[in-house]
């Protein structure tokens, strides 16, 4: 592979697996220096640490609740202590919610905004000083269709990704000047815990017939689009909200 992003410094958050793990292994395999941003599967981050640094790539895992103010400030701290200003940052970490309005409590609907949406707010903060003085910065919230279009008994993670997507236009516009590239992918349905989670082997089948490419998307899918949009020859691209839903209408 090209090592197109050698000397560049990227954070992605959420990649002790799915589809974080994969955008980790691909601009890893790109010559970025990686941060894999882990909560609770230690052991994955471990793993994934280990084989990237047997390939020979440069990688560094941290743990932080994307969530909490204090726990990105020392992400950022232990990165920058380490190599240096995060440049390229995927805002990944996320978590879902199946649940009718009226069954959702107050302290559901919190977590999903906190993890959701406050964490790229977050994590663009304290990102984005460094990437103004450099005049350089590329930024990529994965948000999902869902955000786009909504889904039943998804309101909340719906709408925390509709949040996500009105954050990264915004924060396009703002930073543009600056040199900062912010684009959003929006993934329909990924083969990854997540969805495993929600719906069984017949409903994903299902769910496969009614995609006109025939499948679910796989983490690779996505990481493919960052990396396109990570790359030079994405320069040009900003404030782009990118479906990654192989051709899906709801
Ligand atoms: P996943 O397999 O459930 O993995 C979620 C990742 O997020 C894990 O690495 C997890 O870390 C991390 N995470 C959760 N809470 C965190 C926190 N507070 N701080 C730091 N990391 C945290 O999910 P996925 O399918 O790969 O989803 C990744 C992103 O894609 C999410 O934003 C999701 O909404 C979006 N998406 C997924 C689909 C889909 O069908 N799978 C579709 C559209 C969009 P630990 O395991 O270490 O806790």
């Known amino acids: 592979m090209l090592k197109y992003l050698e000397g560049h410094i990227c954070l992605v958050t959420g990649s002790s697996r799915g589809i974080g793990a994969q955008i980790a292994r691909s601009v890893a395999a790109a010559g970025a220096r990686t941060v894999i941003n882990y909560f609770s599967s230690e052991q994955k981050a471990m793993q994934l640490l280990a084989e990237l640094t ?13 969530s909490q103010s204090h726990e990105v400030e020392d992400m950022f701290t ?4 380490k190599w240096g ?24 609907w919190q977590q999903v905004m906190d993890i ?10 304290r990102a984005l ?17 869902w955000g786009l279009r909504g889904a039943s008994c998804e309101s909340v993670y719906a709408a925390s990704k509709g949040g996500l997507i009105a954050f990264s236009r915004s924060l396009a516009a703002e930073m ?3 040199g900062i590239n912010v684009n959003v992918v929006a993934p329909g349905p990924v083969e990854t815990d997540m969805l495993i989670q ?10 496969s017939e009614d995609i006109p490419l025939g499948r679910l998307a796989s983490p690779d899918d996505v990481a493919s689009a960052c990396l396109f949009l990570l790359s030079p020859a994405a320069s040009y691209i900003n404030g782009q909200v990118l479906g990654l839903d192989g ?4």
């Open 54 to 66: 047997e390939q020979g790539y440069q990688v560094m895992a941290v743990q932080a609740d994307v």
């Open 116 to 125: 959701n949406l406050k964490s790229a707010f977050l994590c663009c903060r």
């Open 78 to 81: 232990r990165i920058e202590a």
């Open 198 to 207: 929600e719906l069984d082997n017949d409903e994903r089948a299902v769910l």
């Open 247 to 250: 051709g899906w209408k709801v």
């Open 129 to 145: 000083p460094a990437m103004v003085r450099n005049r350089y910065g590329r930024i990529i919230n994965i948000a999902s269709i």
């Open 176 to 178: 543009g000047p600056s």
């Open 85 to 108: 200003s995060v440049d390229l940052l995927v805002n990944n970490a996320g978590i879902s919610l199946k649940r009718l309005v009226t069954e959702t409590r107050e302290e559901e």
